[in-house]
């Protein structure tokens, strides 16, 4: 099993649909994250997770919902979603958010486009 | 505010060419430098790191050293190989929440 899996890898929707984007780490931490990464832009952190709470929510949408049900899994649910939201959603981990070193683990991404 | 500016690319070299990718940071507070790599069709993954200023991180015979009075920290490699091909991202942690704030990322492609 690798660090952090990703599924799906690559995902088409209407702007009506409802999916999903799962994470999954199997390395024992404690802090997971989303981040999107479009063409000629930096990453932006969406969501981190520390200890299933919540504690960073970087102004994104509400048609982005993440859900932490536990340390090693993190959603993120899709609804009506705007063409401008295809990206690559990269998933990562870290042992905690706090003391973070800097060494986030990701996974290999979900590639989304949005028609 | 803090934010992390790295050269434009695509970067073209030939292999065993010296590599330099450039890297500035605008920072409240010390922060942590440092770069990722992500090789094509996967994600990313940290390279090498400095905490403190003077600090020198290196790994794969890569090297960045922390320059506070110049706010930089450049990545550089004396002879790249074709493996070496990715995109290089700068990144820095001032220790928020797990923020780590990245540049735009710069493509590197090596030739034989």
């Known amino acids: 099993e690798t660090g952090v899996t990703q599924t799906p890898r690559h995902l088409v929707m209407g702007m009506t649909n409802k999916k999903s984007l799962k994470c999954e780490q199997h390395l024992g931490h404690n802090a997971m994250y989303w981040y999107k990464q479009s063409a000629k832009k930096p990453l932006e952190l969406m969501f981190v997770y520390n200890f299933k709470e919540q504690t960073e929510n970087n102004s994104v949408p509400s048609r982005f919902s993440p859900e932490c049900p536990n340390s090693s899994h993190l959603f993120l649910h899709l609804h009506t979603l705007q063409p401008e939201d295809s990206a690559l959603y990269l998933c990562?981990?870290?042992?905690?958010?706090?003391?973070?070193?800097?060494?986030?683990?990701f996974g290999e991404g979900s590639r989304l486009t949005v028609l | 505010g803090n934010s992390v500016t790295q050269m434009e690319g695509p970067v073209t070299l030939s292999e065993e060419a010296f590599l330099t990718i450039n890297c500035t940071y605008t920072a409240t507070g010390y922060p942590s430098l440092f770069w990722y790599v992500q090789y094509p069709g996967e994600g990313l993954q940290l390279l090498l790191k400095?905490?403190?200023?003077?600090d020198k991180g290196s790994n794969k015979g890569f090297e960045a050293t922390y320059r506070k009075e110049t706010t930089s920290f450049h990545l550089e490699k004396g002879s790249v190989q074709v493996s070496d091909s990715a995109v290089y991202f700068c990144?820095?942690?001032?220790?928020?929440?797990?923020?780590?704030?990245f540049g735009k990322g710069t493509k590197l492609s090596v030739k034989p």
């Open positions: 400095a905490t403190k200023a003077d």
């Open positions: 990562a981990s870290s042992q905690e958010a706090e003391k973070l070193t800097g060494e986030l683990f």
């Open positions: 990144a820095l942690n001032i220790g928020s929440q797990g923020n780590l704030i």
